[in-house]
């Protein structure tokens, strides 16, 4: 191949049939060595790139090869200086006649560009010159520092190269110099995090102008969900109106307080006695009842625990229990999918879900500024006897009712959890498993599809995430709500039949 070179007007090249991969250059006295690398963009278009690397070389070269118009070189002459790049490049065909000559890409033209200091792809002009990303980060390091580089090799004039720019810093910086480069437009670090903050601001103007297309919820899941807020409304009065017949603690030192066997606790009692205390006397419950007359009745435990009281709210605590059992019994039984399994599944499943289904309803009626759980006339809240409000946090389920207040859930979340956590196929006892993890899985999928379309804000990103922890934080309370019950009906037996049915799983 042949390339004609004038230094004032653009070059042309006869038509060429076959495309040239190589191109020497120079005179036979110089020493040379180069290297082609071609990336095919399209069928009709490729893009080549040459290195050419001399020892005495004052000319910048750009050269344009078209394939079926021939070439076309530009040659530049920057007088003492020392260029060791040049690019070679192929544009795309265009729609003029064959014959003409092609257009050579510059940098005014929008084509790839080459970095001034290294010559490896550009990104655009940094601090006056045309330059790539690392010579650009390593300009601003190099100014800021503000130290004195000395070249290791002694020569002051390395060659840099995309292959050799680390190897001394000196003369990279020196290079970039040369090219330009001026200190005086980088950037204070104040400067740099105001134009990033306003990058920021501008990015969350888009977002709210162009918001995001909302996702929408499938048939299947709008029915689901459906059918559970249904089963919710009709089994769970969060008035408790229903709620009448209940045991009140007694109050009178007279009344039962200990059982007999543990009056006077020894050997084996008195341990169990010991358990049951670190059980109950740390963190006890106060109870508020208002009358329909607008009176209003306090319960509230001593300071000093002596034992008496200990067992007081027990019954209480029973009925209390029972009646939101029966309220959880009745939901999963409006559910279709739980109807759909067998009797053994469907027991298995409420006995070790009871529980957990039971504290999120109670969550619904919590309050998180006052600690207390109101339940219509009743008010129940945890009384701390050994050391202030950060101790309470210590307890496992007031914590769990903090934290879980604290995501703001919407009624349709907090049933979707309920259903998350009666349909887990690890329960014990449970045959189909299969069946039974299909459906946490759907109830799961739905969960957080309403998330994404009632919530789109970036702040709720981590919603799901964070229900389904709280889910497995809950079932390990459960685990040890079953171990601490037991502990205390072997004791002083003041559970109710249903309680004892729901719980028989770990006896013995």
């Not at 543990?262 to 508020?288: F, H, M, N, Y």
């Amino acid at each position: 191949m042949r390339v004609a070179i004038n230094r004032n007007q653009p070059p042309t090249e006869p038509n060429q049939q076959k495309r040239q991969r190589h191109l020497w250059c120079g005179s036979p006295s110089e020493s040379v060595r180069r290297e082609a690398f071609e990336k095919s963009r399209e069928r009709d278009s490729s893009l080549f790139l040459l290195t050419v690397l001399c020892a005495r070389s004052k000319y910048r070269i750009q050269v344009t090869l078209s394939g079926p118009r021939g070439p076309a070189a530009n040659l530049e002459e920057r007088p003492g200086e020392s260029w060791k790049h040049a690019a070679l490049m192929h544009c795309e065909a265009t729609d003029s006649a064959p014959g003409k000559p092609a257009v050579s890409t510059l940098e005014g033209d929008g084509g790839p560009q080459i970095c001034r200091v290294c010559g490896d792809k550009a990104t655009g002009y940094h601090f006056n010159v045309m330059t790539c990303e690392g010579c650009k980060g390593f300009f601003r390091r190099a100014m800021k520092r503000n130290t004195r580089l000395r070249c290791p090799f002694r020569k002051g004039a390395c060659e840099i190269t995309q292959k050799t720019r680390r190897q001394c810093q000196a003369c990279r910086l020196r290079k970039c110099l040369e090219s330009g480069m001026k200190k005086e437009m980088i950037m204070s670090d104040a400067a740099v995090e105001q134009r990033r903050a306003l990058i920021r601001r501008k990015k969350r103007e888009r977002m709210g102008t162009h918001p995001l297309e909302a996702k929408s919820l499938t048939e299947e899941q709008q029915t689901m969900i459906r059918e559970l807020m249904d089963a919710q409304t009709k089994t769970f009065d969060t008035t408790f109106s229903h709620f009448k017949d209940f045991r009140l603690p007694e109050v009178l030192s007279s009344g039962p307080g200990i059982p007999e066997s543990l009056q006077t606790p020894s050997g084996e009692d008195a341990a169990k006695w010991s358990q049951i205390r670190e059980d109950l006397c740390s963190l006890k419950v106060s109870l508020r009842l208002r009358g329909k007359d607008g009176s209003v009745w306090n319960y509230r435990p001593q300071a000093d625990s002596s034992g008496k009281e200990i067992f007081s709210l027990l019954p209480h605590m029973a009925d209390m229990s029972t009646y939101m059992f029966k309220g959880i019994i009745n939901f999963a039984k409006v559910i279709s999918h739980f109807r759909d399994l067998p009797i053994e599944d469907q027991i298995s499943l409420l006995k070790g879900a009871t529980f957990e289904l039971c504290q999120l309803r109670f969550n619904t009626v919590f309050n998180a500024e006052t600690g207390t759980w109101e339940c219509g006339r009743l008010s129940y809240c945890l009384e701390d006897t050994a050391g202030g409000f950060q101790q309470l946090l210590l307890e496992p389920v007031l914590k769990f009712h903090y934290m879980l207040k604290k995501l703001q859930l919407h009624k349709e979340e907090y049933v979707l959890m309920q259903a998350i956590s009666l349909f887990s196929p690890d329960r014990p006892g449970v045959v189909q498993r299969s069946v039974v993890d299909q459906l946490q899985e759907r109830f799961a999928i739905a969960l957080k599809a309403y998330i994404e379309c009632n919530r789109p804000q970036p702040a709720h990103r981590f919603l799901f995430l964070k229900i389904m922890a709280m889910l497995t934080e809950l079932r390990s309370i459960n685990a040890q709500h079953t171990q601490r019950l037991l502990r205390i009906q072997d004791i002083h037996p003041f559970a109710t039949p249903l309680m004892r049915e729901l719980f028989s799983i770990t006896d013995g």
